[in-house]
Each structure stands twice: as C-alpha cells, then as structure tokens.
C-alpha cells in the first residue's frame, strides 16, 4: 500500500469514534477503557489521538482529566475549557516573545533595513498580545 493511499481502517475507526462522541451526554465524564468497550478501537497513544480528531471534527470540546478520561463539555466547564486553550496561547506567545528578543539582541544590528523593520514589526506585536493577554480577567 502506497503512503498517498487512504487507509480505510482509520476512516472506519474515526467514523466509530465519531458516533461514540455524539452520544456522550453533556458533563459525562469517559475513559479509555470505556471507549474501547464501546468502539473496539484501542485507547493507546494513537487511539487517543484518533478520539482527539474525532472530537474536533465532531465539534465537541471535553476538559481532559489527567489520569482518568475526558469530561464533555458542560455549562458548569466551559469557561474551565476555554481558559485551558488562552493559558496555552500565552505559554507559546511568551516562547515566541523570547525568541523574537533573542534573535533581535543578537542579530539585529547586522540586519538589512527591510528585515529589521519586520523584526521590529513582529516583537511589537507579540508585545501588544502578551500586553493583551495580561489583563484576561483571573479565574474566579
């Protein structure tokens, strides 16, 4: 089998994942051990990952519970859901950050005109985004 062949098995897996995902009830916390009951597909590395596509095709966010499974999203975790995704965001804007610093203090000097104004350019903007990013208000 060619790599640029669709491999039909992981069609049919995700599309099992998928009709597991559309009956989780709102808030139902599931395991790996249940979804394997369910769907036979093994919740290994890549069966997880599987469920991961599967659950973002399907639209449907879950808080995941380290350890344990996935709770689906409810009114009572969303707003838990979606701070996960800006905490994550702004972990990888304040890497970006450094590395913009770094680059600048290192090399900048040595830059042509047009890409010192892009690099300039870049660092004021992931500046104004962490600054914006700063003041999203504090869980409560």
Do not use: C
Request: net charge positive.
């Amino acid at each position: 089998m060619s790599k640029f062949e669709p491999n039909l098995q992981r069609r049919a897996d995700l599309a099992k994942l998928r009709d597991y995902i559309a009956t989780v009830k709102d808030g139902q916390v599931i395991t790996p051990t249940e979804i394997e009951a369910a769907t036979g597909i093994a919740m290994d590395a890549a069966g997880k990952a599987l469920f991961r596509l599967a659950a973002k095709r399907a639209k449907r966010e879950f808080f995941t519970l380290t350890g344990r499974g996935w709770e689906a999203s409810s009114p009572s975790n969303a707003v838990d859901i979606a701070d996960r995704k800006v905490e994550r965001i702004a972990g990888a804007l304040k890497v970006a950050q450094r590395t913009t610093e770094n680059v600048s203090t290192r090399h900048l000097s040595e830059m042509t005109g047009a890409d010192r104004d892009r690099l300039t350019r870049r660092h004021a903007l992931l500046s104004t985004l962490s600054a914006v990013s700063m003041k999203l208000p504090e869980k409560t």
